[in-house]
């Protein structure tokens, strides 16, 4: 069968059949699940339809794969939300999913393919994939700051967040983007320290700057404590059993 690889963002009538792959997969809310397709563009994530024709040259929807970016790897993809279509599963579509979004990834520039998985390890290594340590995705809210704002950010939380200047000495790595550097690195900051989109627009001089020390003061006022676990519960051999599945593997191939 003739098979190819389109953007859901380009394809704004088969996001209802993408939603309904994911969640007989992945059982969600549909407006959950619209929200997060919604997210997808050009720049990523991106969410990739593998779509073939029918006799009436309709498009038929076989899976879906997304990609994103790697905090601190700007020459990296993660993959994940892999998934054929329930009826159309062992008949060599879920390899072509991978290869085409692999060939997508590479033609777009990038080195390496992340992603993790507790339960299908051996389909990543029949197709590849080694493993490898833990790296985090680029989730579709992060902010992009240049290393102008980035520098802002610092100079406003310099010496009061430990955070802060940890990270930005180890994580010390650039992207291009419409032709401007970009920190990968601070998004995972701003996101690790829980700042609002409203103060990192303070922080790097999109608001007034009057606001800004009193922003930051409110926001290092430190959390209310978590509320107390609960009691640990007798664990049964089922439970066990599950929580085994549930370990996460990460794997990584070049491209
Ligand atoms: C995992 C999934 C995408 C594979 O798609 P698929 O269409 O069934 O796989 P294919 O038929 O293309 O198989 C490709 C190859 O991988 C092998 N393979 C498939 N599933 C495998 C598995 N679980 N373990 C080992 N090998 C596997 C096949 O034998 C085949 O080998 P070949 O190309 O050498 O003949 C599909 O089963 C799926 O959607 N599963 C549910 C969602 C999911 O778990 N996604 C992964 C999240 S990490």
């Known amino acids: 069968m003739n098979v190819q690889l389109v953007k859901l963002h380009q394809h704004d009538e088969l996001i209802d059949i993408a ?7 992945w059982p969600r809310s549909k407006i959950a699940r619209l929200h997060s397709l919604s997210d997808s563009r050009d ?12 006799n009436q040259q309709k498009s ?29 599963r062992g008949l060599g579509f879920g390899r072509k999913l991978m290869e085409l979004s692999e060939d997508y990834a590479h033609k777009q520039g990038f ?5 993790s998985t507790h339960d299908k390890c051996k389909f990543y290594e029949h197709l590849g994939y080694c493993y490898t340590c833990a790296v985090s995705p680029v989730r579709a809210n992060a902010k ?20 802060i200047s940890k990270q930005s000495l180890q994580n010390d790595d650039f992207a291009q983007k419409d032709g401007e550097d970009i920190h990968l690195q601070t998004i995972a900051i701003a996101e690790s320290n829980h700042y609002t989109d409203t103060v990192i627009q303070q922080m790097i001089g999109t608001l007034p700057a009057a606001n800004i020390e009193e ?10 404590p978590p509320p107390v676990p609960p009691p640990p519960q007798p664990r ?20």
């Not at 720049?43 to 029918?54: M, S």
């Not at 929807?61 to 009826?87: T, Y």
């Not at 992009?144 to 430990?162: N, R």
Request: with cysteine.
């Open 19 to 25: 939603v309904k792959i994911l969640n007989d997969q």
């Open 43 to 54: 720049d990523f994530p991106c969410c990739l339809l593998l779509i073939a024709k029918d």
């Open 60 to 88: 038929v929807v076989i899976g879906h794969s997304k990609l994103a970016r790697v905090h601190g790897k700007s020459k990296s993809l993660f993959i994940e939300n892999v998934v054929i279509d329930k009826g159309k």
């Open 111 to 115: 080195e390496d393919i992340y992603l």
């Open 144 to 163: 992009l700051l240049t290393p102008d704002q980035f520098s802002a950010l610092q100079h406003h939380f310099g010496g009061k967040t430990d955070g």
């Open 215 to 224: 922003t930051v003061h409110t926001k290092l006022i430190p959390p209310a």
């Open 236 to 255: 049964f051999e089922k439970d066990q059993s599950n929580m085994r599945q549930e370990i996460q593997y990460w794997m990584m191939k070049q491209l």
